[in-house]
C-alpha cells in the first residue's frame, strides 16, 4: 500500500483546510487509517483516525473542529480541518496500520505541511 498525501498551506486561525491521503496497492489489507502530526520540537501524535468499519478517534485537542471522513470508491480518507488554530500548524501525516500474515505492518505517506497564522 502506498499513500499519497496533500493539501496543506497557508490558513489564517479560524480558517479551514482539508487533507487527502489516496491510498492505492492492496487497500483491502488496510485495517486503519488517519492523520499524526509532527510540530517542530514536538513528538508526533495521532490526530484521528477511522477504522475498516468506521470507527473514528480523535486527540481530545481537535474534537468538534476536525472530521476524517472517507470515500471508499476513491479510497481516499480526509481531514476535514474547521476552526483552525496556530497551534495546529505542524507537518501533517497520513497513516495507516495494515494486516498482513505475520500480524500488522505500518505505512507512512509523505507529510503535507500545514501553517496556520495568527
Known amino acids: 500500500v502506498q499513500l499519497q498525501a496533500s493539501g496543506g498551506g497557508l490558513v489564517q486561525a479560524g480558517g479551514s483546510l482539508r487533507l487527502s491521503c489516496a491510498a492505492s496497492g492492496k487497500t483491502s489489507s488496510i485495517n486503519a487509517i488517519g492523520w499524526y502530526r509532527q510540530a517542530p520540537g514536538k513528538q508526533r501524535e495521532l490526530v484521528a483516525d477511522?477504522?475498516?468499519?468506521?470507527?473514528?478517534n480523535y486527540v481530545d485537542s481537535v474534537k468538534g473542529r476536525f472530521t476524517i471522513p472517507r470515500d471508499n470508491a476513491k479510497n481516499t480518507v480526509y481531514l476535514q480541518m474547521n476552526s483552525l488554530k496556530p497551534e495546529d500548524a505542524a507537518v501533517y501525516y497520513c497513516n495507516a496500520m495494515l494486516v498482513v500474515t505475520s500480524g500488522y505492518l505500518e505505512v507512512w505517506g509523505q507529510g503535507t505541511l500545514v501553517t496556520v497564522s495568527s
Open positions: 477511522v477504522s475498516s468499519g468506521g470507527s473514528t
